[in-house]
């Protein structure tokens, strides 16, 4: 018999789902302009938008909530929090900040110049934006299996060595650091295998670069590495983490994910020097250093959801839920990524709906008609989101056009996610009557939030 993992907790206080009809979610979708985004939460059924900040927090984690110490220097939360991660990931300074991108921002605006690259193996949209607005380039340098949503490779979130060090060897002085997203989120939440970072970390001791992870899901990699790659089966998921950091300069960290907090951020790093630097820019743009643009109560609860994380009962049924519903799309030849990531099932949406065209925006396609039929709201992580144009304004697309639905943390349960499986089934065996989309208003950046669609001419 096969063992039946259940969601290890129960649940104590519910928030009612307000069940919509299609032809209301007709009305709603077209108020907001064709774009998930503009729509009231109260308009979506399923809300599979994001992993980030959506988690449900525990009992201990809203007890927390009450005993955080509000005082703006020396908070006693604080202190717990630096504790526990320091305990975590083994770097000696926490800089606490509202949320990942303030830890991207702030660290960014130290270390990146004009003209400056920066290497990795797939830079999420923050991270590329904030590296960006600094005047650098943001390379991302994926192993090519990665390009291919059919293949299976268990650790698809590597970086390419080969490149990665041709690439240090041609840039020079040019490159401030290497950044490895753990994992990786834009390029369908895989994982990076231990032989990957500390391989990363020897081109980078060997080229004079720190290398910083942005370790927004530490542990959901970390147990991919217990369970894929040879050698970790034994080990404790906390032992995995320490060692998948002890060769990071800095992490960068948005709590938002893998500490089950709706707000919260970290910078945790090991250079003194830099961290002075950080703190008295922190003050202008966050806060004081012991609170970083938090309350105390959020600094609270990020330190109890560290505690939580590591939990393995909850880090098997976490991976297996996405796992499982990879595994029932894949029954009905849906197009999705694999192997299943860690806290989102990906869609490819060019092989979803190979009669679209790319400027015909196949993801916008699939989201629009996800939402209509179910209620659901995914996200566009492909030619809008990632799209970009030449100086003459043609359409430069990227590599892959998926659409994400992200699980957000004990919030749903498995009849939700064969709900989810069960509409885009349907929607797959009918996927030949859908049609395509173009912008109407473009944005300028990060463009799936901000432009609105309407149907292609
Ligand atoms: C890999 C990665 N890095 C950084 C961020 C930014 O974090 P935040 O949303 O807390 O600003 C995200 C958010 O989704 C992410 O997935």
Redesign the pocket.
Known sequence: MSEIIFEPFRIKVVEPIRISTRREREEWIAAAGYNVFNLKAEQVMIDLL?D??TSAMSHHQWAALQSGDESYAGSKSFFELEAVARETFGLPIVIPVH????A?HLLFSALVKPGHRVPSNGH?D??GANIADNGGDPVNLPIPEAADTAAYHPFKGNVDLQQLEAFLQNAGDDVPFVLL?ITN?SGGGQPVSMENIEGAAALCARYGKPLIL?G??FAENAYFIKLREPGYADWEVPKIVRKMFTHASVI?F?G??DAFANIG?LVCLRDEELAEKLKNRLIVTEGFATYGGLAGRDLAAMAQGLREILDENYLKYRLRTIEWMCERLLKNEVPVLVPSGGHALFLDAARFFPHLPPEHLPGIALVIEIYLRGGIRAVELGNVAFGKRDEGGADIFPRLDLVRLAMPRRVYTEAHAEYVVKVIGDLYRERETVGGWEFEKEAPVMRHFRSTFRTAR
């Open positions: 994001t980030s900040g949320q990942g991108r303030a991207e999420f923050t991270t997203t989120n942005d927004c899901r960068t948005s938002k994910k951020g």
